[in-house]
């Protein structure tokens, strides 16, 4: 008697609503880039699934309609079964979302591993001898999918093989260093080889003291040798980012590109079109954690991205709540060190001092300045300091900034390496700060 062919578990509810939610999604990139063609249970769903990520693969914008068209050049079907996928894809349009896409995602998940383990199953035991998945293998995938987690037993062969690997990829001889990510000035580089995958270096100081001036200067050195960098930009609109990278570039007043007369546009045009080649990927829109690591991923495997930058710290959303601003600050600090080490990418970030360096004489900075955000100090490979002697007058224990005139001068500033696991730490550098150029030069 034959055997019936078993129902294979799913759930179309779910697949809609993902599918949905993709159709409906400004930021679709990482709930494109955490599933499979295999998550979906039929023929249909699968290719208005391809179609979503076939566009997002050619970095397009596109629209419901360009996604029907491009999932039925995909499936090269007939006219009847084109049809098919066009009521299919009505049907999902008229249907309703999900608030949570993280759970219907997770669902959709357990039904790839319930359909797995019943093919499983319902094989023979010929057939099982000689091609069927391993088990513990697809168990482990589903875990891996579902926690965000891999794990792996590996004999000390395997880490020193795996280490040599990544050794001969990192590497990149420049006047006989190893760099990483540049820190902008030679003597840091030469001291920390720059920041590697699986670092979190952070540039801290108080308000004022141009920590997003230095985060721009570190893209655009980078950008300028050629490497791909993701910054986050919390504080500023894209646009204040890029009137800062323009005044860097050029060595102009960031006021030329912020506040634009008629005569100058020509020039800025010419000037903002000699930029369009480097290779950084600015976001003022993303501020969650949770999308936040999504897009460090999705970058590192789509654009290649090599190093992020995060601007700053203490500005970054969480869904879930917390008793305290420390613990909270905790979270995100072990989240993108653990980001770091699993997509192997180097994390730079801004972070706020806390107020105690204003009740000390010098007001120079300390690295228990930093245990009021959480545990970036215990996180961190690499922290640097900017401590700004002419940016604050202290004044009845409240912080006062200088007049703008004075502002808008070259000011004196040393830049602390208050950490370093690689090598030296506790030493600065004197640099002089160009708040209109957004730049800082070394002090001759």
Known sequence: MASSTPTLPKSLTTENR????????????????TLKEEDFSDIYRRLLFLGFESLTKKNTKFDDVMVLKEAKLI??????????????????????GTPNIEDEVKDLKRYTLKRQLVELSSSSLAESKKDVPDIGKIITEANDARLGKVTV????DDALDDYKK????????NDGRVLGASLVFEEFDNETSGVVGGEIAVIAGRPGAGKSAYLVQIAMENAKRGKRCLYFSLEMLRQEVIDR??????ADNSRFYSAP??????????????????????????????QIISNIY?????????????DYLQLIDVKKSFPTDNSRVSYISRQLKIASQQANIPIIIGSQFSRATEHREDQRPMLSDLRDSGSIEQDASVVLALHQHDVYKQLDNEESFVNE??????????????KNRKGRSFFNLDVIFYPEKSTFDLKK
Request: proline share 4%; glycine share 2%.
């Open 153 to 156: 037993i590996e004999s000390f």
């Open 166 to 173: 990544m050794e001969n990829e990192k590497i990149k001889v």
């Open 18 to 33: 993902v599918l949905h939610k993709l159709m409906c999604s400004k930021d679709r990139n990482p709930i494109i880039f």
């Open 261 to 290: 007369r008629p005569e100058n546009i020509q020039e800025i045009t010419q000037k903002v079109d000699g930029l369009k080649s480097l290779p950084i990927n600015i976001y003022d829109n993303i501020f969650d954690i949770d």
């Open 75 to 96: 499936s090269k079907f007939p006219d009847d079964e084109k049809k098919r996928l066009e009521n299919i894809w009505s049907e999902i349009a008229a249907g309703a």
């Open 298 to 310: 999705y970058h590192k495997e789509i654009a290649k991205t090599e190093f992020v930058i995060i």
């Open 245 to 250: 990278i323009l005044a860097h570039f050029y």
């Open 405 to 418: 005139s004075e502002r808008n001068k070259k000011i004196t500033d040393s830049i602390i390496m208050l």
